[in-house]
C-alpha cells in the first residue's frame, strides 16, 4: 500500500513540474492509451460473445435436429412394431381368401396352394393361386382391398386380367396372393 503512495506521490511531483502544455500533452496520450486499451477490451469481449452466440446457435440447432429425428425414430419404431405384431399372428390363407370371397359375393373358381418358403430372416412366405371369374372391375377393386386391407399381413403378388367376349363390363381373374409370418 506504501509503495502505491509513493509512485502516487512521485507521479504529482512529475506532472507539478511540468509546464501547462506539456501536462495538456501528457493528458491527451494518457487518454489515448485508456481509449485504445478499452476499445481493445470491448473487441475482445464482443468477439468472445459473438463465438459463444455462434456455438449456442449451432448446439440449438443440433438439439432441434435431434428431436425432429427422435419423433421420426419413435413414427418408425411404432411402425416396425405394428408390422412384427401382424407378422407374429398366423394367417390361414384358404380360409382367409374364402371368407373374404364370400362377404365380397365374389365366387372362386380354382385355389391352388403352392407352398411355403421361409428366408434368411425367418420369415416365411405362404403363397396361394385362385381364379375368379366374371367379375366388374369395382367388384375386382373391393375384392383386393379387402384381402390387403385386412388384420393379417396378406398382399397380392401378381394379378392377371382378362377380358371376357361374352361379357365386356366383366373380367376373369388369376391371382397370386402371399401371407407373411415370422419364424
Known sequence: MNRIRDALAAAE?????LSARERLLVGAATATFLAAVIAVGTLAFSRAIRR???TIETKSKALADIGALA???RERDMRRRRLEDRLRTPVKLFTFIDDISKQQGVE???MQDR???TGSDKISESVVEF???KLTLDKLTAFLNAIEHGPHLVKVKKIRV????????SV?????VATYSMG
Not at 162 to 169: C, G, S
Request: aromatic share 6%; proline share 3%.
Open 13 to 17: 511531483q512529475y506532472l507539478a513540474r
Open 52 to 54: 459463444r452466440e455462434e
Open 71 to 73: 419423433s421420426t425414430y
Open 108 to 110: 372362386i373358381g380354382d
Open 115 to 117: 407352398g411355403s418358403t
Open 131 to 133: 381364379d375368379l371369374s
Open 162 to 169: 382378362r377380358t371376357r367376349l361374352d361379357d365386356p363390363n
Open 172 to 176: 376373369d381373374v388369376s391371382l397370386t
